[in-house]
T-cell receptor, first 114, second 112 residues
């Protein structure tokens, strides 16, 4: 029944070692989002895909990249993780843009950088 | 600069009483507001929303009030139940824009 699935739930990486987080959806939604949520902070949008079109937020560091090979899957790549990148990473989907389109969130992947 | 502020990190209420969660915003362009609820180890789930053309929206035990002049909204839960214990996020958007701007969340604990 899970609609937005994130793997792994916990990820430990080393400083500077590339890491990839995965998100999949069974909703067939057009839009997939990646949020970063640091401890006691608000979720912050990093980027999103509308279908195959990538949309980066202006303040997202270049260290963060994303891939969407098909409708169902979206990946977050962190090229050289720093200690400040330790956070919960939330994937979300919506059918389309607009007020009436609810965003559905996955459970998140908690990233620890050693 | 935080455009959506939830100034109370936590709130504790007794079962059966009213819970009031508050949210303030600074961006006058926001015209749609949402509340999301998050249980531990789960993602946020949509709870209720309100458009800026309204000042109240009700869904069962949950009511959201919007005061545009004060740039303030609140979520009322009546009566509160232990299962309502969760983190509540306030979020806002502009027009039909995809982007949700979230607050930091308020942890609600409903004591039996």
């Amino acid at each position: 029944d899970a609609m937005v699935i994130q793997n792994p739930r916990y990820q430990v990486t080393q400083f500077g070692k590339p890491v990839t987080l995965s998100c999949s959806q069974t909703l067939n939604h057009n839009v997939m989002y990646w949020y970063q949520q640091k401890s006691s902070q608000a979720p912050k949008l990093l980027f999103h895909y509308y279908d195959k079109d990538f949309n980066n937020e202006a303040d997202t560091p270049d260290n963060f990249q994303s891939r969407r090979p098909n409708t169902s899957f979206c990946f977050l790549d962190i090229r050289s993780p720093g200690l400040g990148d330790a956070a919960m990473y939330l994937c979300a989907t919506s059918r389309d843009y607009g007020h009436q389109e609810t965003q559905y969130f996955g459970p998140g992947t908690r990233l620890l950088v050693l | 600069d935080q455009q959506v502020k939830q100034n109370s990190p936590s709130l504790s209420v007794q079962e059966g009483r009213i819970s009031i969660l508050n949210c303030d915003y600074t961006n006058s362009m926001f015209d749609y507001f949402l509340w999301y609820k998050k249980y531990p180890a789960e993602g946020p789930t949509f709870l209720i929303s309100i458009s800026s053309i309204k000042d109240k929206n009700e869904d069962g035990r949950f009511t959201v009030f919007l005061n545009k002049s004060a740039k303030h909204l609140s979520l009322h839960i009546v009566p509160s139940q232990p299962g309502d214990s969760a983190v509540y996020f306030c979020a806002a958007s502009v027009g039909s824009n995809y982007k949700l701007t979230f607050g930091k969340g308020t942890l609600l604990t409903v004591n039996p």
